[in-house]
């Protein structure tokens, strides 16, 4: 069985095929097609992100396509960066960029009185098929956001993000700890059980 990883981000990928390891699978990635198309992520939450992600990649390989997407929400910052968390510093925002906004937006919250740093991961996992059946699962992290990033494992805002019940960041965590604990590791095995269940 062949199933597309509908995604450009090769940390995900990395993540979804160490979560999922699925003997029978034969993974499709950007890394090994010469065409890919681009999904326009217009979508208001996640779901929907999520799905138009898998929709398109599903339509255009003709095979069951896999999406994830995920985001951090800010207390303090009424939810933000939510469903804009890769671009949350502009449309090309590297992930330093990313995280150094967050930070100036946190500090500044804390000076007007808003003194939680409270936070959590979010994750919303399509699997869709090319005739439009889709299955899908949410997975979350909660934790808290540090004052200055730490760590060289992970991605996006995991040098900043502190699990709860952790004295360390997400990307001072080994990714077997991280898969354990993460929004994406929960939301891909309950997928998985949904999938042995249909």
């Not at 003997?23 to 992520?41: K, R």
């Not at 956001?145 to 952790?166: C, K, Q, S, V």
């Not at 994406?184 to 998985?192: C, F, N, V």
Request: net charge negative.
């Amino acid at each position: 069985m062949k199933i597309v990883l509908a995604t450009s981000n090769r940390g995900k990928i990395s993540e979804i095929k160490d979560i999922l390891d699925f003997s029978s699978v034969e993974w499709v990635t950007i890394e090994d097609q010469p065409e890919w198309p681009e999904v326009v992520e217009d979508g208001q939450t996640f779901l929907e992100n999520a799905t138009l992600k898998a929709g398109a990649l599903s339509q255009f390989f003709g095979e069951p396509a896999l999406a994830d997407d995920s985001g951090l929400e800010v207390e303090a910052l009424e939810n933000r960066p939510g469903i804009k968390s890769a671009r949350f510093a502009g449309p090309k925002a590297t992930d330093e960029e990313n995280i150094t906004k967050l930070l100036d937006d946190l500090n500044k919250a804390t000076l007007r009185g808003e003194r939680s740093r409270v936070a959590r991961f979010l994750s919303v996992v399509v699997l869709y098929w090319p005739g439009g059946r889709t299955i899908s699962a949410v997975g979350q992290c909660q934790g808290t956001i540090a004052t200055a990033p730490r760590g060289t494992f992970g991605f996006g805002y995991d040098p900043i993000f502190i699990p709860n019940g952790y004295g360390r960041t997400m990307a001072e965590l080994s990714p077997a700890e991280k898969n354990k604990l993460s929004h994406r590791g929960s939301a891909l095995r309950e997928l998985h059980q949904h999938f042995k269940n249909s």
